[in-house]
């Protein structure tokens, strides 16, 4: 009878993950729209209906694009976090892919004066310092001060089933923290843009002309498990659900991973104080050039089992700092840390010696407070 439950269970599983039909999938909504205008994409190697890339199915659709707009790690999604992305031609269409990513991270009035809408398709983790939300910000404003019109093609949140974190400050606004949101925002990239629309965040309080495509069948409670990986470094759902948590450590010299085939998943430092897990992280062509710690053996934990924290902690980051005698020597790039966190009191909380307890306790106030704001701007049911 157990067994006859169990599979019962999985294949209602199976059947709510086969409904669950992203933005880009919901073409009755969004072909319409787009009939006769110049439309320019802003989209990378997740923009994909069913298994087609979103360029090649409005192509085939005769829908007019004229240019390709690409965020940090390239249409073809291969480049290194932080890597250069430089303009260039898709060597299938032909057609201009602009990079907003580098210097140019807010699209000029001349490259987008050709167009009559620009429509946004990049798959997000929920994570404030993703930077696929930067770049849809500044497509956003860009399209506010032109006059152009958005639509968002929506896609289920990974990491959509909480929020957590500190809330970003005043002074701490940078290209991996834009909006006043807590790490874990608990949102889509629809969502988003509509708080984006509706907080006035866009330079002079401006607000474009916004159309979200919603996601069907989705909730907050869902888990979504991602058909293609992200970016580079997040290949899997295990180091999706840990990035919130590990990526602290890219402020220090502990490696995450990087320069494996497990990143965001295991965390290491060459000393044997740090654990009985090993790894060597080397260059890899398509993950990372030059990860931190190349060639060096790095001893550590293996992230990779049930047991570990699936939501954000900062339980992993306190670890590590305590080992280390020398603080110096461990947070390499305090600014960057505090960028990260959009605050610099998360930092002095751990320096005053404040348990990880203590320091959760301290952001609930201002996470009630989103939690309240946030719900203004939610199409899909919540998670509470």
Request: aromatic content about 12%; glycine content about 8%; some cysteine.
């Amino acid at each position: 009878m157990r067994i006859v439950l169990l599979l019962v269970f999985l294949m209602s599983l199976q059947v709510t993950a086969q409904e669950i039909r992203p933005g880009a999938e919901r073409t009755e909504q969004y072909l319409p729209l787009l009939k006769g205008k110049n439309v320019g994409l802003v989209i990378n190697h997740t923009s994909v209906v069913k298994e087609q890339h979103l360029l090649d199915f409005l192509l085939e659709n005769d829908v007019q694009v004229k240019k390709i707009f690409s965020p940090e790690h390239g249409f073809r999604g291969n480049a290194d976090a932080g890597e250069q992305v430089s303009d260039q031609r898709d060597s299938k269409t032909g057609l201009p892919i602009v990079s907003l990513y580098g210097d140019n991270k807010k699209p000029k009035p001349e490259q987008i004066e050709d167009l009559d809408v620009l429509i946004f398709d990049i798959q997000d983790v929920g994570v404030r310092f993703y930077t696929y939300i930067s770049t849809m910000h500044y497509i956003m404003e860009a399209c506010a001060e032109n006059n152009k019109p958005v639509v968002v093609f929506d896609r289920p949140n990974p990491n959509g089933d909480y929020i957590a974190g500190p809330v970003l400050k005043e002074g701490f606004h940078s290209f991996v923290g834009m909006h006043a949101i807590p790490i874990v925002h608990g949102l889509t990239v629809g969502e988003l843009a509509r708080m984006i629309n509706g907080e006035g965040w866009l330079a002079e309080g401006k607000q474009c002309d916004l159309t979200v495509i919603p996601v069907a069948n989705y909730t907050h409670k869902m888990g979504y498990s991602l058909p293609v990986k992200p970016s580079p470094n997040l290949p899997n759902d295990r180091s999706i659900r840990l990035y919130p948590s590990l990526c602290f450590f890219e402020a220090t010299s502990a490696s995450i991973g990087r320069g494996t085939y497990f990143p965001f998943q295991v965390i290491g430092y060459p000393d044997k104080r740090f654990g009985d897990f090993e790894f060597t992280p080397e260059s890899i062509e398509g993950m990372s050039k030059n990860p931190k710690q190349l060639g060096e053996v790095c001893y550590g934990v293996d992230l990779r089992t049930p047991s570990c924290h699936e939501r954000f902690s900062l339980s992993y980051f306190l670890d590590f700092y305590n080992k280390f005698e020398d603080k110096a020597e461990f947070l390499t790039r305090e600014r960057w840390f505090n960028l990260l966190s959009g605050t610099d009191k998360v930092l002095e909380a751990i320096r005053a010696g404040q348990t990880l307890e203590m320091i959760e306790a301290s952001w609930k106030p201002e996470l009630e407070a989103y939690q309240s704001m946030r719900k203004n701007y939610l199409l899909y049911p919540d998670f509470d």
